[in-house]
């Protein structure tokens, strides 16, 4: 069964820097696009960096400049690097592929979240 575990979440400093990953494990055929989505208390979930199977790469104009969004094909890892965070930042982070299992339908599969709290 596939699925997407994240980890790296945490509290930090306004100014400090956090780096999530997320690791797809499972019968996997390909992962195409992959990406970090967020949701503030009271807010709906909002797209932060998506990143496509050949690397192209989009960004919340929010956090352009301060965060960047990679992968590692191999490992089925994707990753993202926050720097410069910012109260307005803190969020439950959620980390989203779309899978094409082995022996299955490409679906969309999403992460448990992970909570990144950005003090002042």
């Known amino acids: 069964q596939v699925q997407l575990v994240e980890s790296g979440g945490g509290l930090v400093q306004a100014g400090g820097s956090l780096r999530l990953s997320c690791a797809a494990s499972g019968s996997i055929f390909s992962i195409d696009t992959m990406a970090w989505y967020r949701q503030a208390p009271g807010k709906q979930r909002e797209l932060v960096a998506r990143i496509a199977s050949g690397g192209s790469t989009n960004y919340a104009d929010s956090v352009k400049g301060r965060f960047t969004i990679s992968r590692d094909n191999v490992k089925n890892t994707e990753y993202l690097q926050m720097n410069s965070l910012k109260p307005e930042d803190t969020a439950v982070y959620y980390c989203?592929?779309?899978?094409?299992?082995?022996?299955?339908?490409?679906?969309?599969?999403w992460g448990q979240g992970t909570q990144v709290t950005v003090s002042s």
């Open positions: 989203y592929a779309r899978i094409t299992p082995r022996s299955s339908y490409v679906r969309d599969y």
